[in-house]
């Protein structure tokens, strides 16, 4: 695994990365957002406010946050189901996105579709999706449409470790490996498809190795390390937006909830999930290096953090203030 | 009016789409020196070349996959998959994707895309090579779902698919493929949900799609010689479905028959028979609505046997005698 390359100090990489300070302190307030935001959805959920399901990435926001530092914001994003953190990273309204999970007329879908289903089709966020891989092969086509109009944006494909047993998936590599497209594909590897281990259903891991097959070339990285996910993503894109073709990127991670709400967490022991939180977790060690090197005082990211936690309770109150959809629009919106 | 065959016809409508819309592309399995299963896209990959004229890996759910990615981007796909048994290999992408985005995104995704397939028995092609699986496609909400039975309705019908904004399932009898018919040079479109009279009379109405318009067609001409006149009502697409031509038809003729190729259990046959019992025309029926489909069967390979697993001209004109006589 490609991690905290040849153990650089944090400072030479953040500044070798043009990492700026400001930059620096806008990624922790996002990695604080998205994690108060998937506090707040498991606490509403436990409330009963919450009418459908959920899939939260607490412990994954590295990845997300990494993948949009290092990309262009007009880049086009397709995600999986657990993919709240990808939204806000992209700058999602989180108003919007809290009135969609809270099922709200006023939210990115119109409470059509929830927390699986949230897009924003003006900011090239073409959705999540709940079928696991179902997204990939749409990666191929906006990476032929990206060629066929002229544009130098990529197509970012997210997916988990489970959908890298769909079909799809080798198809979809295949043709873009066969085709050069601009696609960065990112496999986020939290250990477990629902319940079951990624080792128990993979052949050979890492699972980005299969890119070899396709003749693309992969990267297995520390995906809870913020400025490796920063770096290596940030030279894949240049890469693909070069017109080299697509780059693999195998993110390792882990979720601290549940696969959703019905889980009761009996495929793994609380010792594993304790162990990531305390020695593994992303913000904290994100956060311990800033304030090692004395980036910021331990008061000035307290004020990122208490941001955060306004950001979502706003979101809140704005969600739940929101109305319901019309009973009377339900065949809206089927055809266009 | 020149006489075309449907496969030109076909060829016709995606030629000029792509010659007057360059977001226009075909993708596929073997579309370009091959031209396609059954030659459809013949001469394409020399006028448009082989960034418009896409041949793909056998994988097709993400050919439609793609086809769904490339629409999200205001491009206009229209995909081939060689036979419409293999949709069942690209469910996902056409049912759970393409189907589901306008909706679930709350209308601000559209999908304008096309997927040409080929459908029916009557080739020797057995039971992965010859279904009629045009109720499955039904069944999804977000999708429309074409069968012209001419070469003029291929044509006008394949251009309003390509200009439409949602995902299109059109699909094409192989049989058909070259049967002639007239169509008319320069542009013009034949709009959905239009039902067509494909025969005016006053005794019966069959509803048929597809092959089955030009059997029953057939029926209905020699019976005219005994004083049977049959109206044939031909939906052009199913969804959606010109039910007002329907009621209007029954409530003159008083009986129904409905002929399609696919098999009958939850067939479309019994779709019809609902709007019909529901509507109007109910109160002018003056026998049962009876249907005449496929058999609930995989399509068999001997010739024999294929031929009895759908309907044939005999069996729709007994069923017509039947009707009209009240002897079932």
Request: aromatic share 8%; hydrophobic share 40%; with cysteine.
């Amino acid at each position: 695994m490609e991690t905290e390359k040849n153990q650089e100090p944090f400072l030479n990489r953040a500044e070798r990365l043009k990492l700026s300070k400001d930059e620096l302190r806008e990624m922790y307030k996002t990695l604080c957002t998205i994690r108060q935001f998937e506090l707040m959805a498991d606490k509403l959920y436990a409330l009963g406010k919450v009418h459908g399901t959920m899939h939260l990435s607490a412990g994954q926001e590295a990845v997300a946050v990494g993948i949009r530092h290092a990309t262009r914001l007009d880049d086009y994003l397709i995600n999986h189901h657990r993919g709240h953190g990808h939204f806000i990273s992209k700058n999602a309204d989180i108003n919007l996105m809290m009135a969609e999970f809270l099922g709200k007329e006023a939210g990115y879908c119109k409470g059509r579709g929830g927390s699986m289903h949230i897009a924003d089709f003006s900011s090239n966020n073409l959705g999540a999706n709940g079928i696991v891989g179902g997204g990939i092969p749409h990666s191929l086509g906006v990476g032929l449409a990206l060629q066929m109009q002229k544009r130098d944006q990529i197509c970012i494909a997210i997916f988990g470790d489970g959908a890298s047993n769909e079909g799809v998936f080798h198809e979809t590599l295949n043709m873009a490996g066969l085709w050069k497209l601009p696609i960065l594909f990112v496999c986020e590897n939290n250990k477990y498809g629902m319940s079951m281990a990624v080792e128990r259903v993979s052949a050979k891991l890492p699972i980005a190795q299969r890119a070899e097959a396709y003749d693309i070339p992969w990267h297995y990285i520390d995906g809870n390390d913020l400025l490796t996910v920063i770096e290596t993503v940030g030279s894949a894109a240049d890469y693909i937006r070069s017109g080299n073709g697509p780059v693999f990127v195998e993110a390792q991670t882990y979720r601290y909830f549940g696969h959703s709400k019905s889980d009761r967490n009996l495929y793994r022991s609380k010792d594993e999930i304790e162990t990531w939180r305390l020695t593994k977790d992303p913000i904290l060690r994100f956060k311990n290096n800033l304030l090692e090197n004395e980036v910021f005082k331990a008061e000035e990211l307290v004020v990122c953090e208490e941001e955060a936690v306004k950001i979502i309770e706003s979101a809140v109150e704005f969600a739940e203030a929101s109305a319901d959809p019309d009973a009377a629009t339900v065949t809206e919106y089927v055809y266009a | 009016m020149p006489e075309i065959t449907y496969a030109e016809a076909i060829r016709s409508a995606l030629w000029e789409e792509m010659k007057r819309d360059e977001r226009v592309f075909i993708i596929g399995e073997d579309i370009g020196r091959y031209g396609g299963a059954f030659g459809v896209t013949t001469g394409m990959l020399d006028e448009f070349g082989d960034k418009r004229i896409i041949e793909t890996p056998i994988s097709e759910p993400s050919i439609i996959g793609a086809a769904v990615g490339a629409a999200l981007l205001g491009m206009r796909p229209v995909a081939e998959i060689m036979f419409m048994d293999f949709v069942l290999l690209s469910l996902d992408q056409i049912g759970n994707q393409a189907a589901k985005m306008h909706y679930m995104f709350g209308g601000k995704a559209t999908v304008p895309l096309v997927v040409r397939m080929p459908s029916g028995s009557g080739t020797g092609a057995a039971a992965q090579h010859s279904q009629s699986l045009e109720t499955l496609l039904m069944h999804l909400p977000g999708l429309k779902v074409v069968t012209p039975s001419t070469p003029y309705e291929a044509k006008g019908l394949l251009r309003t698919a390509i200009h439409d904004l949602n995902p299109v399932c059109f699909i094409e009898h192989k049989l058909l493929y070259k049967t002639k018919g007239e169509v008319p040079e320069g542009d013009y479109q034949i709009p959905f949900g239009v039902a067509d009279i494909k025969r005016a009379g006053k005794d019966l109405t069959i509803v048929a799609n597809g092959i089955m318009v030009h059997k029953a067609l057939a029926v209905a001409n020699r019976l005219a010689d005994e004083g049977i006149d049959v109206e044939i009502i031909d939906p052009r697409t199913l969804v959606p479905l010109d039910t007002e031509a329907i009621i209007n038809s029954v409530s003159k003729t008083g009986k129904l028959l409905i002929v399609h190729e696919a098999c009958e259990t939850a067939g479309w046959a019994g779709e019809i028979m609902a709007v019909v019992s529901s509507s109007r025309a109910f109160d002018y029926l003056d026998a049962p609505m009876r249907r005449l489909t496929g058999k609930n069967v995989p399509i068999p390979y001997n010739r024999v046997l294929e031929r009895a697993a759908v309907p044939q001209e005999e069996d729709i004109e007994r069923e017509i005698r039947a009707i009209v006589k009240g002897v079932y």
